[in-house]
């Protein structure tokens, strides 16, 4: 069984500041992707970065990059040149890939309330 | 492209009455999955379905919750004698079946009153 894990508490950061969100997972799988997702007040879900299990290097979307480390079965999300805009509860995530390629459940950490702060 | 759409996007329900929710996908997706999100939680996977076929139901309660996903028409999720710990924000997503993402909708907060 997959488990992911989110124990920051409430996590703040000064606009402009560069700020990581914690996230560890549990899987006896071999192939797995990992993912992060937004989730502003509002309520939907914005998909933000992904990252497979075997990619070398630590994915990057814009502000938003991944940080990998496949050892310790952590994928932290850096967030750089926090806005205003990035208040929201974030959501890493995880699917097994070695049967069903990308077409396989997504198991989510319980999230992390990020405010930044003007 | 239209995104991920669900209707209604807020449903009231009194006990034992039944809720229906929909979801269309993207143009061109075949793959959909429901989610189900309680208050200060995250997702919980409930069922994945492809056209007229559901693939992994096991996220579902085994009694009154239903999903079909028919050849024509936008996917359902029922349930039925709802309870008040029905009440939740339930989130469908789509994927084209090759590629990284599931794509989500905005969700349908269910209230049991």
């Keep these: 069984a997959q488990k992911i894990t989110q124990t920051q508490p409430g996590m703040f950061v000064q606009e402009k500041e560069a700020?990581?969100?914690?996230?560890?997972?549990?899987?006896s799988d071999q192939s797995y992707g990992l993912f992060w997702y937004k989730q502003p007040s509002s309520g939907e879900m914005i998909?933000?970065?992904?990252?497979?299990?075997?990619?070398e290097q630590n994915a990057t979307?814009?502000?938003?990059?991944?940080?990998?480390?496949?050892a310790r079965k952590s994928a932290n999300l850096v967030i750089s040149a926090s806005q205003l805009g990035d208040s929201a509860m974030y959501f890493c995530a995880?699917?097994?890939?070695?049967?069903s390629g990308a077409n396989s459940k997504l198991t989510f950490g319980k999230g992390i309330t990020l405010s930044v702060r003007p | 492209n239209a995104g991920v759409m669900q209707n209604p996007r807020h449903l009231v329900r009194r006990r034992g009455q039944e809720a229906r929710l929909r979801c269309s996908p993207m143009k061109g997706h075949s793959h959909v999955y429901w989610y189900r999100q309680l208050p200060e939680e995250g997702l919980k996977f409930m069922v994945y379905l492809q056209k007229e076929n559901i693939i992994d139901?096991?996220?579902m309660p085994k009694e009154r919750f239903s999903a079909e996903f028919p050849k024509?028409?936008?996917s359902i999720l029922r349930i039925q004698q709802v309870v008040r710990g029905d009440s939740a924000a339930y989130f469908c997503a789509s994927s084209p079946g090759q590629g990284n993402e599931q794509f989500f909708g905005p969700g349908t907060?269910?209230?049991?009153l």
């Excluded at chain 1, 979307?61 to 990998?68: D, I, K, T, V």
């Excluded at chain 1, 995880?94 to 049967?99: A, G, L, N």
């Excluded at chain 2, 907060?109 to 049991?112: A, E, F, G, I, Q």
């Design chain 1, 61 to 70: 979307e814009g502000r938003y990059s991944l940080n990998f480390q496949k």
């Design chain 2, 57 to 59: 139901e096991s996220g």
């Design chain 2, 109 to 112: 907060r269910l209230t049991v």
């Design chain 1, 94 to 99: 995880m699917r097994d890939e070695i049967y």
């Design chain 1, 47 to 55: 998909f933000l970065i992904y990252q497979g299990s075997y990619d």
């Design chain 1, 19 to 27: 700020v990581t969100l914690d996230c560890t997972y549990d899987t």
């Design chain 2, 72 to 74: 024509e028409g936008p």
